[in-house]
C-alpha cells in the first residue's frame, strides 16, 4: 500500500497500485544468482577436438580385415570366426607374422566394450598394429 502526497491538499489519499520498483530490485537479484549458479550447475566436459583433414593412405596390396558384427560374431576377411579360435586364425592369415597390420571393422550398433575386449584379445594375441576402419567424411572446410 503506498501514500501519495500531495501538497495542495491536506488530507492523505490512499493508492490501489503497486510499486513495482522493489519487485524489479528482487528479480535483478535472482537473474544475477542464476547467471552465476547455472555455469555451475552443468555437468558436461567441454572439450574443443581437433578436425582431422589427414590424406588416405593408400591400403596394403592384401589388407586383413577382421570384422566385429552387430549380433557380435566375429569374421576374418569373409570367413567366421570364434573367439576361442581367433588367435590361431589370425597365425594362419598373417603365417605368423604379428607385425602385420589388421583393419578392424566394427558395426556401429556395437557396444564400445565389446570393441575394447576384442582388441584387448589382440593384443594378447600379440597383434598390436590396428587400424580402425571407418567410412570417410566429407572433406573439411577451412
Known sequence: MSVRLDHGEEELNELHEINVTPFI?????LLIIFMIAAPL?????AVDLPAANAEATAPPDKPL????????????????????ALAASLDQATAGDKQQRLFLRAD????????MTLMNELRMAGYLHVALVGLEAEKLQP
Open 41 to 45: 550447475a552443468t555437468v558436461d566436459i
Open 65 to 84: 580385415f577382421l570384422t566385429l558384427k552387430a549380433d557380435l560374431s566375429l569374421s576374418l576377411d569373409n570367413n567366421p570366426v570364434y573367439r576361442g
Open 108 to 115: 556401429k550398433s556395437v557396444p564400445y566394450g565389446e570393441l
Open 25 to 29: 530490485d528482487v528479480i535483478l537479484v
